[in-house]
């Protein structure tokens, strides 16, 4: 299955005061989705934004809100990410043990279910998961940060994971690392969707987006010309 390559910028590297012109701007420059890391200071060692503020950002944003939950338990906050607009609802397999469950609660609020795999966290779960996602995010940083470098032992577990997935139209997202140099390594190797915060928002800003417009053009062009 190949999925055109999209590319979905990161605002846990835009200016924290200036949310919507930021998103505005992205997608102005090509930005496919919108990527909204939620953190709690408990899965991960971070805090960013919780359901006020993707509600408030998403009048800003046209198109597809992927909302990547970084929280541990997630059940208890699926309704307000989708009463908040999120498109996309991603949980992670290491957040409790009853993924089954949060994936079947974000589909029946009749949103796009992800499962995120830490770099630690092998392929098995998803041969029993594969019917119950619309995406598997495969982190290639250990997850809680921004401007980490790629973890490449990941781009084996994507290409396992694309043959896993076979003719099902899920998308594979990379998240963590992502750059001109690492993009055509996973593209290669069957992702489509591609997660970059430092590597889309430097140089530029709301005020001067060309950068944004360059750097997502040149991640784009390196994946799609390694497939
Ligand atoms: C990490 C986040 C990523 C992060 C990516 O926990 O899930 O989305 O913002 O940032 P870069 O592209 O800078 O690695
Ligand atoms: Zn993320």
């Known amino acids: 299955m190949t999925l055109p390559i999209k590319i979905a910028p990161s605002i846990l590297s835009a200016d924290f005061a200036n949310f919507g012109a930021e998103c505005h701007a992205i997608e102005a420059e090509g930005a496919d989705w919108v990527h909204v890391d939620v953190m709690d200071g408990h899965f991960v060692p971070n805090l960013t934004f919780g359901p ?18 970084m929280i541990a338990p997630v059940d208890p906050y699926i309704d307000a990410f989708a009463a908040a607009g999120a498109d996309i609802i991603t949980a ?4 409790g043990p009853h993924i089954h469950r949060t994936l079947q609660a974000i589909r029946a ?12 966290t092998g392929i098995e779960a998803v041969e029993y998961l594969a019917d119950m996602v619309d995406l598997v995010c495969v982190m290639t940083v250990n ?3 921004g401007g980490q470098s790629f973890i490449a032992a990941q781009v084996e577990k994507v290409r396992r994971l694309r043959a896993m997935l076979g003719a099902r139209p899920v998308h594979i997202e990379i998240d963590g690392g992502v750059t001109v140099a690492t993009a055509p390594l996973v593209a290669a190797a069957g ?3 591609l997660v970059a915060g430092s590597a889309v928002f430097k140089g530029g800003s709301a005020t001067n987006p060309a950068p944004y417009g360059a750097n997502i053009a040149a991640i784009r062009a390196a994946a799609e010309a390694a497939r």
């Open 52 to 69: 006020a503020m993707c509600s408030a950002i998403r009048p800003h944003i046209k198109g597809t809100m992927d909302v990547h939950l």
């Open 92 to 95: 992670h397999l290491e957040a």
């Open 109 to 120: 609020k009749g949103k796009k279910a992800g499962l995120a795999l830490n770099p630690g």
């Open 143 to 145: 997850p809680g940060f």
């Open 191 to 193: 992702a489509d969707v």
